[in-house]
């Protein structure tokens, strides 16, 4: 997989070091009932890969002793993982905020009925993508008839109180481009999203995350394959900032694999790049029990200028817009 993308060469990108540890990331498996365009975990119906119980059972005992105050749990469609809500109900015991990185279209599946009920009842936030809101645009980036059941997941969510102004339930919509360029500027496109929505749809929502596009997993293929690899690396060489460089997430994040290994984004994780102070050995969550992160490096390479880039990007949206 490494050699599949120029990435992992020597990088001019600048050090980096984490900060107070905040987020725990865990990818709870890579099958998922759609196959995105832009996914860079190529997750799929066809991937069985998932985390079990132990891992599930070592997450929780992290959390615990660690104090860490953020869970976020993504995929694939993190819901089918067979422990996902023993997880969630876990970890809302424990007091942490649980954020739910949700493809919409899972909450119109067969045995899936009352997962909404479930994901408000454990005050789970909602991460919900939807790369556009138009119909055309969101099913040339998600597969063909995504559209409609998309809609369908958010008028549930809203009926439960998720994306109202005077509601605790939090519903972000996450936009990513169509193609090989930079997002626009998240918050005049988060006042289109809510006007449209609205208007059109009788959908309400509380954030607009815009997410730059990594060169990594399928589409980092596509980009090969177009010929646009290496002119869509030096856009973001082009656009870098270095006041985003505070901001970034895997300063206070780490991300965890189905299989419990640790990375210090998911987006090393998908490329299978180690913590930067274990080089060339991955470092398993029950390995980190007893030690202190603060300061230390993170793993760099150049696709870290995808999270600099313009106004930043993050699994919580523009840095500096």
């Not at 104090?67 to 876990?90: C, H, K, W, Y």
């Not at 063909?144 to 519903?171: C, H, I, T």
């Not at 919509?173 to 988060?190: R, S």
């Not at 082009?238 to 997430?249: C, E, F, G, I």
Request: charged residues 20%.
């Amino acid at each position: 997989m490494l050699a599949t993308y120029p990435l992992l060469k020597e990088t001019d990108f600048p050090l980096l070091k984490r900060t107070c540890l905040t987020t725990l990331q865990v990818n709870l498996g890579y099958r998922c009932n759609q196959q995105c365009l832009h996914c860079h975990v190529n997750a799929g119906p066809n991937r069985t890969e998932a985390m079990d119980e132990e891992g599930i059972k070592l997450v929780i005992d992290f959390l615990a002793k660690k104090s860490i105050t953020t869970l976020d749990l993504t995929g694939g469609a993190p819901e089918l993982n067979p422990f996902f809500r023993q997880l969630v109900e876990q970890a809302h015991a424990l007091g942490v905020r649980i954020i739910d990185r949700c493809n919409l279209t899972i909450l119109e599946e067969a045995e899936q009925e009352d997962l909404a009920e479930f994901l408000a009842a454990h005050k789970v936030e909602v991460v919900a993508s939807l790369p556009c809101y138009m119909k055309k645009n969101v099913e040339q980036q998600r597969g063909k008839g995504v559209f409609e059941p998309s809609l369908a997941g958010l008028r549930q969510l809203n009926a439960l109180g998720y994306g109202q102004p005077d509601k605790e339930l939090k519903l972000n919509l996450v936009y990513n481009p169509q193609g090989a360029h930079l997002p626009p500027a998240q918050q005049q496109l988060e006042i289109d999203y809510k006007q449209h929505l609205l208007e059109e749809y009788d959908i309400r929502f509380n954030q607009l995350l815009t997410i730059t596009n990594m060169p990594i997993q399928r589409f980092g293929s596509m980009l090969i394959s177009k010929g646009q690899f290496d002119e869509y690396m030096n856009l973001l060489k082009q656009s870098y900032q270095s006041d985003n460089l505070q901001a970034v997430m895997c300063r206070s994040m780490l991300s965890v694999d189905w299989q419990g290994y640790v990375y210090d984004c998911d987006f090393n994780q998908m490329l299978d790049m180690p913590l930067a102070n274990v080089k060339n050995k991955k470092v398993h969550l029950s390995e980190l029990m007893d030690i202190e992160t603060e300061g230390q490096p993170i793993a760099i390479a150049d696709h870290c200028y995808g999270c600099t880039a313009g106004s930043g990007s993050s699994c919580g949206g523009a840095l500096s817009d």
